[in-house]
Structures are given as C-alpha cells and as structure tokens.
C-alpha cells in the first residue's frame, strides 16, 4: 500500500472518497446542521410562547454535522435559564433581577469561577444576615454567599442519568441518547478568553470577523468543577460553545473529516482500551490547534491523510505533555487529572503504532465499514461487501433528520397542549393568544428562513386545536360549525398529510354533516400514499420499528417541506373539544382511574387526560362511522377491514391500544360480541394501565347480559 510514490495523495483521495460515501458531504453536513438549528429554532419559539425563563441550543457533533450513523453520537442539548442575570463586571448589575457575580481567584481552577449572589434592590453583596439558609443551594465562604452547581441534581426524571453536568436520557431503539445541561448565560466575553481575540495563526483562522462575532455570544457556566479544583460544590465551568459552533461552523470538508477520523480512532483503538480518558472535545481542540497553526492550502482533500497524522501528532504531544489547551482559554488544561500513568503510556503507545502505520490502522475502523471500503477504493485483495450503499446511507440519514423534526414538531405541540387549563373559554383565550403572538413573529422575522420554517411547522398544529376547540362550543351551544371555526380548520390542513384534516372531519362527523365528512376524508385518504407515508408520534417513547423504503427515498429529495407529504402525526383532542369526538374516542378522555392516577407520573403522562389516536387508525374508524350513517353497506365494510388490516399490520402505530378500543367498538355494532371482547383483551396485553378498555369490557358485558336477560324473559 505504501510502494506508490505518491502513497499519501492517493490513500487521501480515496479516503475522501470513503467518507463522502458514507455521507461526510457538504450536502448531508448542510443538511444536519439545518435540521438541528431548525429543531433549535422551534424549541425556543416554544418556550418564548410559553413565556417560559429558560433557551434550548443544540450544540454538539449532531448539530455540527461533524458525525456518522457508526458514530452514534448523543444529542446534546444546553437549557440556559434566563431568570438569572451573570455578571462580571459590577456595571452589568441589573435591579430587580437575581444577580451572579463572575468569581475567579486563587482557589479556582483555569476556566472555572465562582458564582456570587448579589442584592436586586441594589449592587451590593448578598448579605448573610439576610439569607434564608439553604445549605443544599447556598453555601458562605469568607462573608460571601456562593451559589452550589447541585442544582442538575435537584430535579432528575425518572429514567434519566446524571452524568457530570449533564442529564442523560437514553434513546429509544434507533435514536441517539439524549444529554441535557444545565447552564446560565453570561452576556459578556469571558475575561480569561480576552487573549484569543487578539490572535491569529499562520492559517489567519480564525479571521478577525469569526473572533468579533464569537466576542458576542459571550459564555455559559456550567455546573460542574475541575477535577482538580478545590470547590468541588462551588466551582462552575465556563463555557464557550456558541463561540466552539462558530468556529465548527468555519471549517472545510476535509477539516471535518479529519475530525470524524479522529472520533473513529478514539472509538476503535483508544477509549475501549484506557477506560474513556479522552474525548472527542479533545479531538476538536486539537483540530483547532492544527488549523491555526498551518496554512490553509494544507487542508484540502489530496492531503488529508497528513492532515490526520499532524492532528494525531499533535494529540499525542498533548497526552506526553498530559496537557491540552483548551482552544479558547488555553490555561484551562483539558487532560489534568484524566489519565493514569498505565493508561498515559498505553494511549501514547497506541497513537504511536496508527501514526507509524501511515494509514494502514484505518483498515481495521468497523464504524460505518470505514476500514472495508477503504480497502475496496485501494484494490487490496478480493473485493469486498458491505452493507448500506451510499444511496442507502443518504437515505437512512436523511429519513432520521426528519423524524426528528417530526418529533420535535410533535413534542412542542404537546407541550403548548399540556399548558392549557380546564375551560373552554381559557383554552381559547390561550390557543387564540398563541396563534396570535405567532402570527406576530412570523410578519417579524424578514427573511430568516429558519425561523418562518420553525412557524410554518407549528402554527397549523394550533390552528387545527383553535379550530377544533371553537367547533366543540359551536357544536354544544348551536348544533353548527361556525366561519371562525372552519377559518382555523383550513388553515391547519397542512400540517402533515393528515392530521388536519382528520380533525375538520371528526367536527363534521359530530355535527351531523356526513357528506361533507365524506369528502374531507377521502381527500385525506388520498394523500395517505401506504407505501411513503409514516406515522409519527411524541406521546411516548414508542420507536419505530422499520421505515418504509419509498418514505426513505422521498427525504433524500427535500427538507422539512416534506413532512406535508410523508408524516402522518396523531390526532389529539383535549376534553374542551369533547364535541368534536365521536363518543366512542371520548372513553380514551377518562381512560384512568383513581388507582391508575396515583401510578402515572404527570411530568410526561399528562396526555392521558386527552384523546390520542394515530391518523390511519383513526381515518378507517371515521369513515366507518360516516358511511354507517349515510347507509353505505359496501363502503362502510370496506372502511372497517381497512381498520382490521391497519391494525394488523402497521408496525408504527403509537397508540395501537386505542385503536383496538375503536374497533372493538366497531364489532360491537356489528354484533360480534365475542370479537369486541377480543379486541378489548389484546388492547388490556398492550397496555394494562390507562386503558378505557378496563371500562368498555364492563360496560360491554353489562349490555350482554342484559340482552340474555330481556331475552329469557
């Protein structure tokens, strides 16, 4: 492999041509990096809506687009809480808010400090005589009161992990963990990273506009100490990561698939091996270091095996040294205190070997297949197979990009659902501000495509619950559907391929006007292609099991535009809207009993109160019903072995319980009392808890029995 004279341009070329064939692409890295700031964008549009105190940013490899499906990198998200206002100077004190002073002395560590509570009514310390001890929260030091970083310790979920600073949610089967940290926005540069402003490389990187817009952004602190600090409780981190994506965001496609090497060889060779002492914010730190120690023309796709090796050298300088600079603030030593003499010489020993075998150790990476094609683009030995083309690859990413903007569409819609209160007239009053206050942002927004597209994803979900609950109070007080009413209808059509319409068509159904329930349902059903579309739901951590290969091939074409044409989200109704619900969904709204309450935990399951049902499930069940009252035999039988059919063979239905209870009750029109009571029991084997079909059992062997008995006598 290495006989060619031109051995490091040649290994290089078809490394990239490796890498782009597992999607290490400008296209698919553009297209992560807008999938998560999207996701990014709707998050804080959420919780601006809720009037909540907190932001949500997306930071990490997935939001970088710096990763592969073989790297499973976890999804990291930073909450910074906005309640609080972190100074570090005195004139940034602002009355009426709880102040923090940036503290750092000889007791804290390089790129941590301590957090000072200040007065609100004036910018003088916090006095002890005045504080309301909480020793769990507060603790005095030489006459000030610091602020402990055991607030992410406070409230943990149940199933959630602490790990360091962050919360850590496992994902589903086929989704990325979860990691949440906890953190406050400091609006100022950090006093430590003055320095780097003022620097450049050999390479001028970063330029001199990057460093004046990361000055912007200011810092985070995180709550978490060094390892060797000696405020274990007391010291916070801070953090630079706005800047960090900033910089991420700056670099070429060879730089970050350097990157993603280093990440492989860390996961292949090193981590398994020494306990996990390094990390890829390492790996990062030292890609930067690289880049701005050599010219640019250096990183380019003929010389990214060199590229690799110099990133991999100066990785184990770091290690020799046991220190490595934090890029930003580089008195802040990333590997103090990591590693074990045994574990330093053995990941020296290991760089060592990949370093001296000029890429051969790349043949031996399994993630993603990287080592087989490898060997297969350089013709060594008989040609070998792999598993995921390229084009199945795109495909797989991209089908995971959109369900997770599917998810966090499904997920911010819920949250705004779970902040309404009993009441019709509040809940209007509420949906009606929300879709209001959106309207407003969107005529506001000029042309950040990123935020009208967050808009555009969750305002019809509104539309369609304001219209929905305006219905229900015409439907109660007048018998009708009013214009206003029909206006929200129309305008939440959109929102997948059928939710919205679902919702127009239950009214309708309700109101009496079948024909045209009719006609709203088979349009629905039109744009319901089986082989495409999928079903998509956040009410629980229900994964899906397979996607379908058409749904995989349409999201290589687009972006979030095609949740319109193969997403199907479910159909949620909340009690105020009980008269837009056919009374056999309506059970679903009172599925809990008194037992079942004290068991459920209301931090997630407070959807339980409302009635949830996949759109096909619940598209068959209404045309059933729609037909029945028209006295359309034929079509109303079809409609229910459509029922049957979905449920027995749609793998990706969330609420699958829920739809068996619809047919159940469908059988028992039928008078297939045997099968309703089938149906009942499978749907109680899926779900014990929380199930109307507790209800509909005894209400079903009650009329049974009353039948035998009116016919004996």
Same mark, same amino acid.
């Given at each position: 492999?290495?006989?060619?004279?031109?051995?490091?341009q040649?290994?290089?070329?078809?490394l990239?041509?490796?890498?782009?064939?597992?999607?290490?692409?400008e296209?698919?890295?553009?297209?992560?990096?807008?999938?998560?700031?999207?996701?990014?964008?709707?998050?804080? =549009?959420?919780?601006?809506?809720?009037?909540?105190?907190?932001?949500?940013?997306?930071?990490?490899?997935?939001?970088?687009?710096?990763?592969?499906?073989g790297?499973?990198?976890?999804?990291?998200?930073?909450?910074?809480?906005?309640?609080?206002?972190?100074?570090?100077?005195?004139?940034?004190?602002?009355?009426?808010?709880?102040?923090?002073?940036?503290?750092?002395?000889?007791?804290?560590?390089?790129?941590?400090?301590?957090?000072?509570?200040?007065?609100?009514?004036?910018?003088?310390?916090? =006095?002890?005589?005045?504080?309301?001890?909480?020793?769990?929260?507060?603790?005095?030091?030489?006459?000030?009161?610091?602020?402990? *970083?055991?607030?992410?310790?406070? &409230?943990?979920?149940?199933?959630n992990?602490?790990?360091?600073?962050?919360?850590?949610?496992?994902?589903?089967?086929?989704? $990325?963990?979860?990691?949440?940290?906890?953190?406050?926005?400091?609006?100022?540069?950090? $006093?430590?990273?003055?320095?780097?402003?003022?620097?450049?490389?050999?390479?001028?990187?970063?330029?001199?506009?990057?460093?004046?817009?990361?000055?912007?952004?200011?810092?985070?602190?995180?709550?978490?100490?060094?390892?060797?600090?000696?405020?274990?409780?007391?010291?916070?981190?801070?953090?630079?990561?706005?800047?960090?994506?900033?910089?991420?965001?700056?670099?070429?496609?060879?730089?970050?698939?350097?990157? /993603?090497?280093?990440?492989?060889?860390?996961?292949?060779?090193?981590?398994?091996?020494?306990?996990?002492?390094?990390?890829?914010?390492?790996?990062?730190?030292?890609?930067?270091?690289?880049?701005? *120690?050599?010219?640019s023309n250096?990183?380019?796709?003929?010389?990214?095996?060199?590229?690799?090796?110099?990133?991999?050298?100066?990785?184990?300088?770091?290690?020799?040294?046991?220190?490595?600079?934090?890029?930003?603030?580089?008195?802040?030593?990333?590997?103090?205190?990591?590693?074990?003499?045994?574990?330093?010489?053995?990941?020296?020993?290991?760089?060592?070997?990949?370093?001296?075998?000029?890429?051969?150790?790349?043949l031996?990476?399994?993630?993603?297949?990287?080592?087989?094609?490898?060997?297969?683009?350089?013709?060594?030995?008989?040609?070998?197979?792999?598993?995921?083309?390229?084009?199945?690859?795109?495909?797989?990413? +991209?089908?995971?990009?959109?369900?997770?903007?599917? $998810?966090?569409?499904?997920?911010?819609?819920?949250?705004?659902?779970?902040?309404?209160?009993?009441?019709?007239?509040?809940?209007?009053?509420?949906?009606?501000?929300?879709?209001?206050?959106?309207?407003?942002?969107?005529?506001?927004?000029?042309?950040?495509?990123?935020?009208?597209?967050?808009?555009?994803?969750?305002?019809?979900? #509104?539309?369609?619950?304001?219209?929905?609950?305006?219905?229900?109070?015409?439907?109660?007080?007048?018998?009708? /559907?009013?214009?206003?009413?029909?206006?929200?209808?129309?305008?939440?059509?959109?929102?997948?391929?059928?939710?919205?319409?679902?919702?127009?068509?239950?009214?309708?159904?309700?109101?009496?006007?079948?024909?045209?329930?009719?006609?709203?349902?088979?349009?629905?059903?039109?744009?319901?292609? #089986?082989?495409?579309?999928?079903?998509?739901? *956040?009410? +629980?951590?229900?994964?899906?099991?397979?996607?379908?290969?058409?749904?995989?091939?349409?999201?290589?074409?687009?972006?979030?535009?095609?949740?319109?044409?193969?997403?199907?989200?479910?159909?949620?109704?909340?009690?105020?809207?009980?008269?837009?619900?056919?009374?056999?969904?309506?059970?679903e709204m009172?599925? =809990?009993?008194?037992?079942?309450?004290?068991?459920?935990?209301?931090?997630?399951?407070?959807?339980?109160?409302?009635?949830?049902?996949?759109?096909?499930?619940?598209l068959?069940?209404?045309?059933?019903?729609?037909?029945?009252?028209?006295?359309?035999v034929?079509?109303?039988?079809?409609?229910? &072995?459509?029922?049957?059919?979905?449920?027995?063979?749609?793998?990706?239905?969330?609420?699958?319980?829920?739809?068996?209870?619809?047919?159940?009750?469908?059988?028992?029109?039928?008078?297939?009392?045997?099968?309703?009571?089938?149906?009942?029991? /499978?749907? #109680?084997?899926?779900? $014990?808890?929380?199930n109307? &079909?507790?209800?509909?059992?005894?209400?079903?062997?009650?009329?049974v029995v009353?039948?035998?008995?009116?016919?004996?006598?």
């Open positions: 492999m290495s006989r060619d004279p031109d051995y490091y040649t290994v290089s070329l078809k990239s041509e490796v890498l782009n064939d597992i999607s290490v692409n296209r698919m890295i553009l297209k992560r990096r807008r999938m998560f700031l999207l996701m990014e964008t709707m998050e804080t =549009s959420t919780q601006s809506l809720l009037g909540s105190n907190h932001s949500i940013y997306r930071f990490g490899s997935q939001s970088e687009g710096s990763t592969t499906l790297l499973k990198s976890d999804a990291d998200s930073l909450i910074a809480f906005k309640n609080l206002n972190v100074i570090q100077d005195w004139g940034e004190w602002q009355p009426g808010r709880h102040n923090l002073l940036m503290i750092q002395d000889e007791t804290t560590s390089p790129g941590y400090c301590l957090l000072q509570c200040l007065r609100n009514d004036e910018p003088l310390p916090f =006095s002890t005589a005045l504080l309301d001890h909480e020793p769990n929260r507060y603790h005095v030091s030489r006459g000030k009161v610091l602020l402990k *970083n055991t607030l992410s310790t406070d &409230a943990v979920i149940a199933g992990v602490i790990n360091g600073p962050a919360t850590s949610r496992p994902g589903s089967p086929g989704t $990325a963990d979860q990691d949440f940290v906890q953190a406050f926005h400091c609006k100022s540069w950090p $006093a430590e990273a003055q320095p780097w402003l003022l620097q450049q490389g050999i390479g001028r990187w970063p330029t001199e506009d990057m460093q004046r817009y990361c000055k912007t952004t200011g810092c985070f602190v995180v709550p978490v100490s060094s390892k060797n600090g000696r405020n274990e409780q007391l010291e916070w981190r801070i953090s630079t990561s706005q800047a960090e994506r900033c910089l991420m965001f700056s670099l070429n496609i060879t730089q970050l698939r350097c990157y /993603i090497l280093t990440k492989m060889i860390l996961k292949t060779f090193i981590n398994p091996q020494c306990d996990g002492v390094l990390s890829s914010f390492m790996c990062k730190t030292v890609l930067f270091h690289c880049i701005q *120690n050599t010219r250096n990183w380019v796709q003929s010389n990214l095996l060199a590229c690799l090796m110099c990133c991999l050298t100066v990785l184990q300088n770091f290690v020799r040294q046991e220190n490595c600079p934090h890029f930003i603030i580089p008195e802040n030593n990333l590997m103090a205190r990591r590693m074990s003499p045994h574990n330093k010489v053995r990941v020296f020993e290991i760089l060592q070997k990949i370093i001296q075998s000029k890429g051969r150790a790349l031996e990476i399994p993630i993603d297949d990287l080592g087989t094609r490898l060997q297969v683009k350089v013709n060594m030995g008989e040609v070998c197979q792999y598993h995921v083309t390229p084009a199945q690859m795109h495909a797989k990413i +991209s089908s995971l990009l959109l369900q997770n903007i599917t $998810a966090t569409i499904s997920k911010n819609h819920k949250r705004l659902l779970e902040s309404m209160h009993d009441g019709n007239e509040m809940v209007y009053e509420r949906l009606s501000d929300f879709t209001l206050t959106l309207t407003r942002m969107y005529r506001a927004m000029g042309s950040n495509s990123l935020e009208i597209s967050a808009v555009r994803l969750v305002a019809p979900l #509104l539309s369609s619950s304001l219209g929905s609950v305006i219905a229900s109070h015409n439907i109660y007080t007048t018998h009708s /559907i009013s214009p206003e009413a029909l206006g929200c209808f129309s305008v939440g059509l959109n929102s997948d391929v059928s939710s919205g319409g679902l919702k127009l068509a239950s009214a309708l159904y309700c109101v009496g006007d079948m024909e045209r329930a009719v006609f709203v349902l088979r349009n629905t059903e039109e744009k319901y292609d #089986l082989n495409t579309v999928e079903p998509a739901c *956040n009410c +629980s951590d229900h994964s899906l099991l397979y996607l379908r290969q058409r749904f995989m091939h349409k999201c290589t074409t687009g972006n979030e535009e095609l949740i319109q044409h193969t997403t199907a989200l479910c159909v949620r109704f909340l009690r105020c809207e009980i008269c837009c619900v056919p009374k056999e969904l309506q059970y009172f599925r =809990s009993t008194q037992e079942d309450r004290l068991e459920r935990d209301e931090m997630v399951d407070y959807w339980l109160d409302w009635a949830v049902v996949d759109s096909l499930p619940y068959y069940f209404l045309q059933y019903r729609t037909y029945g009252a028209l006295q359309r034929a079509d109303q039988q079809y409609a229910l &072995a459509n029922l049957v059919t979905t449920i027995d063979t749609e793998h990706n239905l969330t609420h699958r319980e829920t739809a068996i209870n619809l047919l159940g009750q469908c059988m028992e029109q039928e008078n297939r009392h045997i099968d309703a009571l089938h149906c009942y029991m /499978i749907s #109680l084997n899926i779900q $014990a808890r929380n109307a &079909a507790n209800f509909l059992i005894c209400r079903l062997l009650y009329e009353n039948r035998q008995e009116n016919t004996w006598n």
